[in-house]
């Protein structure tokens, strides 16, 4: 079974000071990881993925992530976080051989104060 | 435009009023899936669809109906809707993953329902 786990309900940060956003996870065999992030009133969006290669991995509007191995970990990253960038995160995996099954996280949401 | 479109995004009902939520999609996905947004509980998966007349339960499945008569479409059936059922339901649609797909979903702005 695959699971992931969002520890933090809430992230603060300052305007233009780092943030990052935790997600580990639990697959049986290799993992297929993603983010997405919903704003308000909206549907959830694609951010970014892992798949294979490079354990950085870069997205959308400036986010990063790690993917590490060891630490079943992917987290979120942003060098300089904007105000425009609060919203509720979402992270998902699923098994290379799972289809389409992606199992999510129960998100965080992100503020970012002026 | 690619999307994936819901209707209606906003319902208040009373219980046991049968009700349908549409999701349309033109992208010629072959995967289609419901979820519920609850808060604390993150998107937990109602039904998906793998394609055309293949549909299988999620972890929530109970008190909902599915049916996939067409490619684009995938109504959500809410036979006998309750309280227990008032949430944010989300559709989303995607590639079969396989080869250099990897099966990223895109999502509907979501219907807010509620049931009296």
């Known amino acids: 079974a695959q699971s992931v786990a969002q520890p933090e309900d809430q992230v603060n940060v300052a305007e233009g000071n780092p943030l990052t956003v935790k997600c580990t996870y639990s697959?049986?065999?290799?993992?297929?990881l993603f983010w997405y992030v919903q704003y308000p009133n909206r549907g959830l969006q694609f951010l970014l993925k892992?798949?294979?290669?490079?354990?950085l991995v870069k997205g959308s509007y400036g986010f990063e992530a790690e993917f590490n191995k060891s630490q079943t970990s992917f987290h979120l990253k942003k060098p300089s976080a904007l105000v425009s960038d609060s919203a509720l995160y979402f992270c998902?995996?699923?098994?290379?051989?799972?289809?389409?099954?992606?199992?999510f996280g129960g998100g965080t949401r992100l503020m970012v104060k002026p | 435009e690619a999307q994936v479109t819901q209707n209606p995004r906003y319902l208040i009902t009373v219980t046991g009023k049968k009700l349908t939520v549409t999701c349309s999609q033109n992208?010629?996905?072959?995967?289609m899936s419901w979820y519920r947004q609850d808060p604390g509980l993150g998107l937990r998966q109602i039904y998906y669809?793998?394609?055309?007349?293949?549909?299988d339960k999620g972890d929530v499945p109970e008190g909902y109906k599915v049916s996939r008569k067409e490619k684009r479409n995938f109504p959500l059936i809410l036979e006998s809707p309750s309280p227990n059922q008032t949430s944010l339901y989300f559709c989303?649609?995607?590639?079969?993953?396989?080869?250099?797909?990897?099966?990223?979903?895109?999502f509907g702005e979501g219907s807010r329902l509620t049931v009296l």
């Open positions: 989303a649609s995607s590639l079969r993953s396989g080869g250099t797909n990897t099966g990223e979903l895109f």
């Open positions: 697959v049986s065999g290799n993992p297929y």
């Open positions: 892992y798949i294979t290669g490079d354990n």
């Open positions: 998902a995996v699923r098994e290379t051989n799972a289809g389409n099954m992606l199992t």
């Open positions: 992208m010629n996905h072959e995967y």
């Open positions: 669809s793998m394609n055309v007349e293949v549909t």
